[in-house]
């Protein structure tokens, strides 16, 4: 049985010694047994007690950490709720549509295609060429033009002349009155037809300058008409271009949220093709409310506006 150091250190065992002593008459040793003084008797502890028990370690409360723990996991999770529901009760949800702003583009002249450089789908910026009639007839009206203003001015010149010669006559009495007349009033015919001369010339080369067709904004091609060598009225519609610069979404507001709205409030648009990826804006205008309240309403007033019915659209989109 082992015991606790403890007890061992209180206990004492009797010690016996044995002593030898020798006679000289070859008789047997004696032995004879002694005992040391500390072997006294002393009580024996009764060993069948049992020993003390060790002290027992603390446990750790794991099942009241857990139980805090998901407490304050609940806590968190019904703040966050409370304050996404007051988030959604602040925001205002509005359904509309996007404003489509098209511009049909044409020559101001009328002539044969001789390039159409974009097709549809293709995106054009501000100032791009993008087509061209045929300029030999309009490049042939600015030389006509060109000699026309010369020979206006070469006619001016030569009845400035004249009205100077005849008016120095008058003074010298040789020629009537009537005669310097007749030379000042052709003097001012001849300005007259310089001043039409340089007009047609300028209108020449105006309608010169159409023969070339540009984007007047940043777009995007919807559709193309007409195709190089076609012969194009004047005012023709040959593309459709959808400006994107500034796109518009038409929002609208119940009565009892107007005075959540104001001009250039900052907003977030979402779309049906891209719902995680918002457009940030601005309101721009504010007008009476009206049409749109909710997203159904919206789809029915897209098809309304695109004239198919929602069923029909619903089916097109499938």
Known sequence: MKLPRRLKEHWTYPVETVGVSIVSNGAQPEKTKTTSKDSAPQATPDRSAPPPEAPERRRVPWKAILVAAALVICGVAFYAWHVHQRHQRDRLLLYGNVDIREVNLGFRVGGKIAQVLKDEGDAVKEGEFIARLDPEPYEREVDDAKARLESARTT?????????????????????????????????AARAEVDRAEAGLASAKLHLA???LKAPSNGVVMTRVFEPGAILQTGATLFTISLSDVVWVRAYVSEDRLGNVHQGMTVFVFTDSAPDKPYQGQIGLHLAASGVHSEECRDARAAQLAGLSPARRDFKSR
């Open 210 to 212: 159409d023969t070339e």
């Open 156 to 188: 001016l010149a030569n009845n400035e002349r004249t009205f100077v010669r005849k008016k120095d006559l008058l003074g010298q009495k040789v020629l009537a009155q009537q005669e310097v007349d007749d030379a000042s009033a052709a003097r001012d």
